[in-house]
């Protein structure tokens, strides 16, 4: 298995209050993404970044930002987090060549907004 | 805005029966990927598919790519209760991204 580790695995949260949710990897691979799942909408993307600093949006990122700064590590911030964002997020990471690459995902983190 | 469509949304079948997934897009994908993902854990990969036409085998699982690379479909022979689970395709959309379809959540009884 890809050595992926989020965290926390389920947290629970108000309203406005900030939340970072953490993606670590051993892989050394460059490509990190963030998704969400919710029912009827399979995985939809965050933020993505191809390597230390370098970032960019996915399809809903909206209320969200993310930081890089190791290769190893990719943080999504919550700012203030509202209902709408209470989901299943999930980390993965990949390395590219010829059109193709395959996503390894973490465990997931469950976050419930109050 | 490149969007995958899957369908069925949901289907329950017994044991030995086939089945069929569809995942389809207006938009041509360089590559398109499917994963099965189980309860409590993130999607792992079944198959790439990279070129128009390309038909690939895994076992009881049969994946073809269509010809204009913008659809995709799973076929699964005599399924087995094994083979529940949640199936997602995904298209590489563009820069080191994959875009994945809204998903098919497969029951299979025994």
């Known amino acids: 298995d890809a050595g992926i580790t989020q965290s926390p695995r389920h947290k629970v949260t108000e309203t406005g209050t900030p939340v970072t949710l953490r993606c670590h990897q051993t892989?050394?691979?460059?490509?990190m993404y963030w998704y969400r799942q919710d029912p009827g909408h399979g995985l939809r993307l965050i933020h993505y970044?191809?390597?230390?600093?370098?970032?960019d949006k996915g399809e809903v990122s909206d209320g969200y930002s993310v930081s890089r700064s190791k290769t190893e590590d990719f943080l999504l911030t919550l700012e203030s987090a509202t209902s709408s964002q209470t989901s299943v997020y999930f980390c993965?990471?990949?390395?590219?060549?010829?059109?193709?690459?395959?996503?390894?995902f973490g465990e997931g983190s469950r976050l419930t907004v109050l | 805005t490149q969007l995958l469509e899957q369908s069925p949304q949901f289907l329950s079948i017994q044991e030995g029966e086939n089945l069929t997934v569809y995942c389809n897009s207006s938009s041509v994908f360089s590559s398109l990927q499917w994963y099965r993902q189980e309860p409590g854990e993130g999607p792992v990969l079944l198959v790439t598919?990279?070129?128009?036409?390309e038909v690939k085998k895994l076992k009881r699982l049969t994946f073809q790519f269509g010809d204009a690379r913008k659809d995709s479909s799973l076929h699964i022979t005599a399924a087995q209760p094994g083979d529940t689970g949640l199936y997602l395709c995904a298209g590489a959309g563009g820069t080191y991204k994959y875009i994945f379809g809204t998903g098919t959540r497969l029951k299979v009884l025994a």
């Open positions: 970044s191809y390597g230390v600093k370098d970032t």
């Open positions: 598919v990279v070129t128009g036409g």
């Open positions: 993965a990471i990949s390395e590219w060549g010829a059109n193709t690459g395959e996503l390894f």
């Open positions: 892989e050394n691979h460059r490509y």
